[in-house]
């Protein structure tokens, strides 16, 4: 019981490592109004397995953290705050409709990042760019954002939950 509880636990630490070095790495493309974070691709990891919720979570913490220390991240550390709560509710909602799939893609997982993402984060943007016309930057950023977040989970993320639900990681590994 304690060993497969610890397996657990380094399993999200490392989608955590993971996820927080890739946004970092990628910080040009990471971080904005128009973005594309490679590492949102992880966000369908809880399809699979669900230590990866609180993996994804705690990594696009640090990475906002980190990127808010190091004057990358324009929103700053509000987006600690609002951009992990966005991760964090597609990670969960990823979860809970993972069985509901169409030609074995888990579709509505694959909504949720775009639609929490687009939303809080296009909110968020609007907020701090926009404050005097934050509706009209909301449904601007708002589908920027969603778009982004549709190209790294749609492209990346689908390929990556085939592929380990093709290589078995779950059994393997004991999740």
Do not use: H
């Amino acid at each position: 019981m304690k060993t497969n509880k610890l397996r657990q636990m380094v399993f999200a630490a490392l989608i955590a490592a993971i996820y927080a070095a890739l946004t970092l790495m990628l910080a040009p493309i990471s971080f904005g109004n128009i973005q594309i974070r490679m590492s949102e691709a992880m966000v369908l990891l809880p399809v699979l397995f669900a230590p990866s919720v609180a993996g994804v979570t705690l990594g696009c913490f640090l990475a906002n953290l980190l990127g808010a220390m190091m004057g990358l991240n324009l929103l700053g550390y509000l987006d600690c705050i609002i951009g992990t709560a966005a991760t964090f509710l597609a990670a969960v909602l990823t979860q809970k409709y993972a069985d509901v799939r169409f030609r074995d893609i888990p579709w509505l997982s694959v909504l949720m990042p775009v639609v929490f993402n687009g939303v809080l984060i296009g909110f968020e943007l609007a907020y701090a760019l926009m404050p005097e016309q934050w509706m009209t930057g909301f449904i601007i950023f708002g589908l920027e954002v969603a778009l982004g977040e549709l190209v790294a989970v749609g492209l990346f993320g689908i390929p990556l939950v085939r592929a380990f639900e093709k290589a078995k990681i779950k059994e393997r590994f004991g999740l």
